[in-house]
């Protein structure tokens, strides 16, 4: 058994915590791509240092105590499988900072490079009023759009009281709660009766086969927000099918399918989807108009 006094220093603690992470076979993919940044992200966070320290910090010695939690955290992420993310309840979105536990997703969508860049070439975004985040989770979506849009109204829906509890805590904290409104519906079941300048979602979308193989970490995950039935679609279907009734002439509705794009793309053959790239990564985000999606 480890001796943790034998781990002196972060430089230390980190090259230990990437043997353990790669022998243990680690799954990463909720914020980080290698064991390393793993590491390097969980020792940081834990003793409440930026990631932009100096490097000769790695050779600060740590008192008992932050020995002690290091080793405790590393030890639940490699026996428990629970993501870093669910570790130190936080997580990056388009930049900002978000709270998250298990009520949630970690948020890791491509949508968040959309937000970034105001949806251009997609919309004007002098003319942008309202927005409609649908499943919004711990509320990244909505609350970075928000802040991209800065004079529009935001309304975020879930069907979950409890995601909507984490999501009024990020409200809170990244100061919108003037801008970004909370709603609990089902899809858009009893969201605002007005139109909308831009509906985006991410809605759960792992087919029966992908549930049945995720890796441990995402066993953490509700899988209220990952289960979409056998083809993964069957919420993003309801979305197209009942979106046009919310948006303006203009609008524009964005979703989220990932791995189920192709069974999205069968199930509407005729429908003329536009499957946006990203320059940092990612795929299966369709984007509609208005005038497309009417009747």
Same mark, same amino acid.
């Given at each position: ?10 430089? =230390?603690? &980190? ?10 076979? %680690? ?24 990631? =932009? ?16 939690? %290091? ?32 009520? *949630? ?8 490079? +959309? ?16 927005? %409609?985040?649908?499943? @919004? ?11 991209? #849009?800065?004079?529009?109204? *935001? ?33 858009? @079941?009893? *969201? ?5 300048? &831009?509906?985006?979602?991410? !809605?759960?979308?792992? =087919? ?6 995720? !890796? ?52 509407? !053959? =005729? ?14 985000? #369709?984007? +509609?108009?208005?005038?497309? %999606?009417? !009747?």
């Amino acid at each position: 058994m480890l001796d943790i006094s034998e781990l002196k220093t972060l430089r =230390d603690f &980190i090259r230990w915590a990437v043997s353990q992470f790669n022998q243990a076979g %680690l799954y990463f993919g909720h914020g980080t791509e290698t064991a390393w940044d793993e590491a390097v992200a969980l020792v940081l966070h834990a003793l409440y240092l930026p990631h =932009d320290i100096n490097p000769a910090v790695l050779d600060a010695h740590l008192i008992q105590k932050e020995r002690e939690i %290091l080793y405790k955290l590393i030890q639940r992420r490699v026996n428990e499988r629970v993501p870093l993310a669910y570790l130190t309840h936080e997580a990056f979105f388009a930049g900002l900072p978000f709270y998250v536990d298990e009520r *949630v997703l970690i948020p890791r969508s491509p949508i968040a490079e +959309l937000i970034e860049n105001q949806f251009q070439p997609w919309v004007d975004a002098d003319s942008v009023h309202h927005i %409609l985040d649908l499943c @919004t989770g711990s509320g990244c979506i909505a609350i970075a759009c928000a802040k991209a #849009f800065p004079d529009a109204q *935001v309304d975020a829906s879930d069907i979950s009281a409890e995601a909507l509890a984490v999501a009024k805590m990020n409200v809170l904290r990244h100061q919108v709660e003037d801008q970004v409104h909370l709603h609990q519906s089902d899809l858009l @079941t009893t *969201v605002p009766a007005k139109k909308y300048d &831009i509906i985006v979602s991410n !809605p759960p979308y792992v =087919d029966v086969e992908d549930m049945a193989s995720l !890796p441990q970490e995402y066993l953490h995950e509700p899988q209220l927000a990952l289960a979409a039935g056998t083809h993964g679609i069957d919420f993003a279907v309801q979305i197209v099918q009942n979106a046009h009734r919310y948006l303006t002439p203009n609008g524009i509705l964005i979703v989220e399918v990932g791995n189920s794009e192709h069974a999205f793309a069968e199930h509407f !053959p =005729d429908l003329p989807l536009t499957w946006l790239e990203f320059n940092q990564g990612g795929g299966g985000v #369709f984007l +509609l108009t208005a005038k497309q %999606l009417k !009747p």
